[in-house]
């Protein structure tokens, strides 16, 4: 099976900041990965598909890079609403999916 | 729009099942197979399978082989999720999730399954005696 490994596990930021969140695979994935917001109480949110591609209607200050093992997610400017956890996911041709363990993110 | 409601919460004993529901509506049920994801209080998310309703096939985690049963109705556009031989760690929030359109992808020439992207509200099932 592919492992994740997303990093850091938590994050403190201050507004305005550029937040960066990584995600490693067990093996090459090509751009199989999508990134997910999820709020306290609140189903998850698709931000990214494709390691690069973003979801219909998330703005534009929600980005993500990467291919093979190594990917990264980053928020260009933090905005008070964007105070969430943050997972990988992978997936593969079946499509069977694993996600990242998580990424805290709060308001330094 | 999409919407993708589930049944309420529940509470079980270790050693039963439990069966979630997710009745769908504005679009063809069996158009997008419904994925099952779950979350366990404090802790992160876990994929358990999906269900292609036009078919009735499964893929289920390996995790879950043999615990899992993923069914559908499509006379009444809802998927089902049942656990068996529940444990106090089954407990956790049972979400059902639709993917977004699948598509071609011209620069990695490849096609591309949609990613979960409509989801359910959660349902939360404890487990304890």
């Known amino acids: 099976d592919i492992q994740m490994t997303q990093s850091p596990s938590s994050l403190s930021a201050s507004v305005g900041d550029r937040v960066t969140i990584t995600c490693q695979a067990s093996?090459?994935?090509?751009?199989?990965l999508n990134w997910y917001q999820q709020k306290p109480g609140k189903a998850p949110k698709l931000l990214i598909y494709d390691a690069s591609n973003l979801e219909t209607g998330v703005p534009s200050r929600f980005s993500g890079s990467g291919s093979g093992t190594d990917f990264t997610f980053t928020i260009s400017s933090l905005q008070p609403e964007d105070i969430a956890t943050y997972y990988c996911q992978q997936y593969d041709n079946l499509p069977s999916y694993t996600f990242g363990q998580g990424t805290k993110l709060e308001i330094k | 729009q999409v919407q993708l409601v589930q049944s309420g919460a529940e509470v079980k004993k270790p050693g039963a099942s439990v069966k979630v529901s997710c009745k769908a509506s504005?679009?063809?049920?069996?158009?997008?197979?419904m994925h099952w994801v779950r979350q366990a209080p404090g802790q992160g998310l876990e994929w358990m399978g999906w269900i292609n309703p036009n078919s009735g096939g499964t893929n289920y985690a390996q995790k879950f082989q043999g615990r899992v049963t993923m069914t559908r109705d499509t006379s009444i556009s809802t998927a089902y999720m049942e656990l068996s031989r529940l444990r106090s760690d089954d407990t956790a929030v049972y979400y059902c999730?639709?993917?977004?359109?699948?598509?071609?992808?011209?620069?990695?020439?490849?096609?591309?399954?949609?990613?979960?992207?409509?989801w359910g509200q959660g349902t939360l099932v404890t487990v304890s005696s």
């Open positions: 999730a639709r993917p977004v359109d699948s598509y071609y992808d011209y620069v990695w020439g490849s096609y591309r399954y949609g990613a979960p992207g409509y």
């Open positions: 093996q090459d994935i090509s751009n199989y």
């Open positions: 504005g679009y063809t049920f069996t158009g997008y197979y």
